[in-house]
């Protein structure tokens, strides 16, 4: 009994404003920013960079996930995955959302500005602007290719991490943020196929509906070969060593597996495998990179 109210107790009003950050996604992107920070420099980065660094990137990234909750409000009701939110369920207000989302992206300008660098601060600016008013508002609703161009933000984390240290946004760091582009794709695209009745029911152009399965698994499985061949680049041009590629050869390996499965024996279980492969993919791929340059050989 005593579980069962616990289970039903409503979520409280901090759970309620930290569930609109998307924390878990928030977390990988931050993840990814850290590593950034750490290639930059030979050494080790300053505690102050690093630890303002991340603050400030988290915060404007929440802010950022916080406005799209609230423009998708309508369009996340409709679906199972997104309808307990906060913003679905009209358990906070539009005044509520927006002011969380100002004080906290607020607050995030002025840590990277005072604390990290102005360059670091516009950067992760362009960023926010970019998946909250530019992914979200224009392109979700209006094309199939929305995470492909979209996610040219979500990318951007290494080079928001980079620049945050080094002061300067450098050919290495693009080809970090070349890297999360690519494996964007296969990421979501994976999911939207598990998921296609959700994305049906919400009314957006997401590749499934509008050009099918087949051809949506097909673009999974070429993706993931590009990604595997832009992984290989980091060692290409002696940014990193063997650990790295040891490290990226085999987790390729593991995901064209994973893809080839979704291209030619699609089953929601094998889709389901391979999102969750693409998370720890490249969680495993950024730590390779980490490990890679302090033991560089
Ligand atoms: C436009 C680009 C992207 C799109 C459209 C996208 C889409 C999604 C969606 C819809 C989910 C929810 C899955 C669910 O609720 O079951 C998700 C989960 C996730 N995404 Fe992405 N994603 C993108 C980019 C990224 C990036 C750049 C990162 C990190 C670097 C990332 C990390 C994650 C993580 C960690 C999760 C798991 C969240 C959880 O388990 O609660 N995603 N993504
Ligand atoms: C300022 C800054 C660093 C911003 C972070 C940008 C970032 C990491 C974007 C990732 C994109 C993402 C997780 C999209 C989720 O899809 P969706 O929003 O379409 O998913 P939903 O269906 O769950 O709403």
């Not at 901090?14 to 850290?34: D, E, G, H, N």
């Not at 399965?213 to 290409?236: C, D, E, R, S």
Request: aromatic share 14%.
């Amino acid at each position: 009994m005593t579980t069962q109210t616990a289970l039903h107790k409503p979520p409280s009003r901090a759970a309620q404003y930290w569930s609109l950050t998307k924390p878990r996604v928030t977390q990988l992107a931050v993840f990814c920013a850290v590593i950034g920070m750490f290639l930059a420099t030979d050494g080790l980065p300053g505690w102050q960079v690093l630890v303002a660094g991340t603050v400030g990137i988290w915060l404007l990234a929440g802010a950022a996930f916080a406005v799209n909750c609230l423009v998708e409000a309508k369009i996340d009701a409709r679906m199972a995955r997104t309808a307990r939110r906060a913003t679905a369920r009209g358990e906070l207000t539009s005044t509520q959302t927006i002011v969380f989302s100002t004080v906290i992206g607020g607050l995030g300008m002025y840590v990277l500005y005072a604390f990290v660098n102005p360059l670091t601060m516009w950067l992760t600016f362009v960023t926010f602007v970019g998946y909250a008013f530019i992914y979200t508002m224009l392109l979700k609703p209006a094309t199939p290719q929305n995470i492909v161009i979209g996610g040219l933000s979500g990318a951007m984390p290494p080079a928001l991490g980079w620049a945050a240290v080094a002061g300067e946004v450098p050919m290495q760091a693009w080809l970090l943020v070349l890297i999360i582009f690519v494996w964007t794709p296969p990421h979501f695209w994976v999911l939207a196929m598990y998921r296609r009745e959700d994305y049906a029911r919400s009314g957006l152009p997401m590749l499934p509906i509008t050009h099918g399965m087949a051809y949506t698994g097909l673009q999974v499985w070429l993706y993931t070969i590009a990604l595997a061949a832009t992984t290989l680049l980091p060692f290409a041009v002696g940014m990193s060593g063997l650990i790295y590629l040891a490290a990226a050869v085999a987790l390729n390996a593991v995901f064209l597996r994973h893809s080839w499965r979704v291209h030619k024996h699609y089953s929601d279980l094998a889709a389901r495998k391979t999102f969750a492969w693409s998370i720890v993919y490249l969680s495993l791929l950024f730590a390779a990179l980490l490990v890679d340059h302090y033991f560089k050989f």
